[in-house]
Every structure is written in structure tokens, then in C-alpha cells.
């Protein structure tokens, strides 16, 4: 149940991140939402296998820039989410560029801190 949820969290915030960030747009032949929730599933997959050995092999460069580069591998991940959503199953969201991925995964960790915060147990 935890895991559906995590997944309607993460669907909003990429919405909202569409709807926010120039570069960022639902693309397939399916409505927007299904877009969303595509890559909102696969980014839900994603943060939880890939990310954390991302984040164990990327520790001393986010300990030099004191945090910073964790908006990096964020963005990446996002980025992969888009790809594997449109590649895998026709339809997801297309990034246009790294700014765009960067601001989106910005746009998504906040809306997923705030989501997560209001339905949380």
C-alpha cells in the first residue's frame, strides 16, 4: 500500500513539475496523466534500486559540495525515469535538456517533501 502511494506522490510532483518547468512535457499517445503516472512509476522503481548505490559511489563528491551534487544524481534519476517510461512503454515524459531535468528534480523533490509530509501516517 505504501508502495502505491509513494507512486501517487510521485506522479503529482511530476505533474506539477511539468507544469512548472519549460522543458519538461508529457509525450505519447496517451493523456497527459497516464504520462505522469508512467514515469511517476518508473521513478518510484528507480529511487528505490539505482539511487542509493548512485548515492553510495557519488558520496565523496556530494561530501566536497556539501550536499549539492545529491540535486545531480536527483536530476539523473529523473532523467532515467523519463527515458525508461518512454522507451519501455511509448509514453512517459520527455526532459528536452539537463537544465530541465535539474529544475524538475528540484520542482519534484519539493512536491514529493510536501505530499509525503501531508499523507504521511
Not at 10 to 16: K, L, Q, R
Not at 96 to 113: D, E, H, P, Q
Request: with cysteine.
Amino acid at each position: 500500500m505504501r508502495f502505491l502511494l509513494t507512486w501517487l506522490v510521485t506522479s503529482i510532483a511530476i505533474a506539477v513539475a511539468s507544469a512548472l518547468v519549460p522543458g519538461i512535457f508529457p509525450f505519447g499517445a496517451v493523456e497527459p496523466w497516464l504520462a505522469y503516472a508512467f514515469t511517476g512509476l518508473f521513478l518510484a522503481i528507480v529511487n528505490a534500486s539505482i539511487k542509493p548505490l548512485l548515492s553510495v559511489l557519488s558520496l565523496p563528491l556530494t561530501i566536497v559540495t556539501l550536499g549539492i551534487f545529491q540535486l545531480v544524481v536527483n536530476a539523473l534519476m529523473l532523467s532515467l525515469a523519463g527515458w525508461l517510461a518512454l522507451n519501455l512503454l511509448g509514453a512517459g515524459v520527455a526532459i528536452t535538456g539537463f537544465g530541465a531535468s535539474f529544475a524538475g528534480a528540484i520542482v519534484v523533490s519539493i512536491m514529493c517533501g510536501l505530499l509525503g509530509f501531508i499523507t504521511r501516517d
